[in-house]
């Protein structure tokens, strides 16, 4: 079945930087790739999500790329702000069953 | 308001008795998933079901049941509960196939299960 790595574990960044969480999958049929945010406390909330047949994808200071040839893809925040302290979850999903593998999280740390 | 609704958000339990975590969903979503969070882990599927009176086993089933007799309600079923189940729980539902629909997947609130 699908494995999903994710990298790093924790990252910290100082306000204003940019972010990169780093994924790699392991079923080449994945063809969907969703990015999830749980802040402290909260529940998960789709952020953003890319399909096999783009490369990158934007949504103001958020972006996702992806390699499928590499089977790796990622997540750019860039100009960071206290709020995007969160965990992040990348996930995959393939189209012959109903499931969506999560990678094990990221802990962005905003830097004051 | 379009919800996941879960319950309890909060149980302590002991070791054997019997419990159900129920989760209902006001959306009309056919896609219903359980998945439990553990710190370093990630996001690990339990269960799933693509509708009514159908479900499946995902990556953790074992020591869990679930029942999908209604469109809206998912429960989660612990017929046995043993500490290595304690855990941050959550149901999940979409609107399309397994969360790649445009919204992805709607989460509920979160249960917080502790079996001592």
């Known amino acids: 079945g699908e494995n999903v790595e994710q990298h790093p574990s924790t990252l910290s960044v100082q306000e204003g930087d940019s972010a990169v969480i780093k994924c790699t999958y392991s079923d080449s049929a994945s063809n969907y790739f969703p990015w999830y945010k749980q802040e402290l406390g909260k529940r998960p909330q789709l952020i953003i999500d890319?399909?096999?047949?783009?490369g990158e994808k934007k949504d103001q200071r958020i972006a996702v790329t992806l390699n499928k040839t590499a089977k790796h893809f990622s997540l750019h925040i860039t100009e960071t702000q206290p709020e995007d302290s969160a965990v992040y979850f990348c996930a995959a999903s393939t189209p012959r069953d109903d499931k969506i593998i999560f990678g094990k999280g990221t802990r962005l740390h905003i830097l004051p | 308001e379009a919800q996941v609704t879960q319950n309890p958000r909060y149980l302590i339990t002991v070791t054997g008795k019997k419990l159900t975590v129920t989760c209902s969903q006001n959306m009309n979503h056919e896609y219903m998933s359980w998945y439990r969070q553990d710190p370093g882990l990630g996001l690990r599927q339990i269960y799933y079901?693509?509708?009514?009176?159908?479900?499946d086993k995902g990556d953790v089933p074992e020591g869990y049941k679930v029942s999908r007799k209604e469109k809206r309600n998912f429960p989660l079923i612990l017929e046995s509960p043993s500490p290595n189940q304690t855990s941050l729980y959550f149901c999940?539902?979409?609107?399309?196939?397994?969360?790649?629909?445009?919204?992805?997947?709607?989460f509920g609130s979160g249960t917080r299960l502790t079996v001592v």
């Open positions: 999940a539902s979409s609107p399309g196939q397994g969360g790649r629909g445009s919204d992805g997947y709607t």
């Open positions: 890319i399909r096999s047949n783009v």
């Open positions: 079901s693509m509708n009514v009176e159908v479900t």
